[in-house]
């Protein structure tokens, strides 16, 4: 496996977080394992990756049950098709990947736009599933447009995912410094929770937010007119974060060239 899982034991509940190698970024798939099923969150950029932690779930010996992607960047859903299963997201999400149209991979490979396009609309609430409390909750702004926040209140477990990163450096592209800290500060707001599952990197505590907070202002204080400069001055600042590629792919929108 080029890729790694963490495994937390919840009770009733295991979390398996697959995380890809930092070629890409340290994207995460979780692997949530309720006692009768699998519920997947996230597909990966590279098909390779996700087969790795679909090839991983089902040596669990349980039925994936849904792939459940969280937002409209390709990391997240290039791979849902390698799943197998029903792939639901938020309805603006949905409309996202639509507009986004055919995704192409850092090696050319084109992945159509009608393997990526989710079956299911996901609405915000509350949901049982084999028995265990799954809480949806939207939000915009921030690293996306829109984001699905997960959340399992009976386990501790909040599923970030993009909300959040785990010592990789951040995609700026949205260009919402100032929405992205208001969402962690609601989160960090949340109480009962001990365990957050990041979208880039390992899972962590809540002294994570105050990680992300940090590399937020300085982004903010480092940020000027010039892509390269910017992505200097954050690597340098941040030399032990992995994923430095990300700038790049960040700085396309934050600094387009003029025609």
């Not at 989710?118 to 265990?132: A, M, N």
């Not at 799954?134 to 995912?161: C, N, R, T, W, Y």
């Not at 919402?176 to 949340?190: K, M, N, P, Q």
């Amino acid at each position: 496996m080029n890729g790694s899982v963490t495994v937390l034991d919840k009770g009733t509940v295991r979390i398996h977080s697959y995380m890809s190698p930092a070629d890409t970024f340290h994207t995460t798939t979780q692997l949530i394992e309720t006692p009768a099923r699998i519920i997947a969150i996230d597909a990966q950029l590279l098909p390779a990756y996700a087969d790795e932690a679909v090839a991983y779930a089902q040596g669990l010996g349980k039925p994936i049950d849904r792939l459940i992607v969280t937002h409209a960047h390709p990391d997240h859903y290039n791979g849902a098709s390698r799943f197998g299963v029903p792939v639901h997201a938020l309805a603006r999400v949905s409309e996202q990947i639509v507009t986004r149209g055919d995704s192409r991979l850092p090696n050319g490979q084109v992945i159509p736009l009608a393997d990526v396009t989710p079956d299911v609309v996901l609405l915000p609430g509350t949901e049982v599933i084999d028995g265990v409390t799954f809480v949806f909750e939207a939000v915009s702004g921030g690293e996306a447009a829109d984001e699905l926040l997960i959340k399992l209140p009976e386990q501790g477990v909040l599923i970030a995912q993009d909300l959040v990163y785990h010592d990789v450096h951040l995609y700026l592209g949205n260009d919402d410094i100032t929405g992205w800290l208001r969402a962690v500060d609601t989160l960090a707001a949340e109480s009962g929770y001990d365990t957050i599952l990041a979208g880039h990197g390992a899972p962590a505590g809540p002294e994570v937010y105050e990680d992300i907070r940090r590399y937020l202002a300085d982004a903010r204080e480092l940020l000027g007119d010039d892509g390269d400069a910017y992505k200097k001055a954050i690597v340098d600042k941040y030399p032990a974060h992995v994923g430095p590629y990300i700038i790049d792919i960040a700085n396309r929108s934050l600094f387009p060239t003029a025609d």
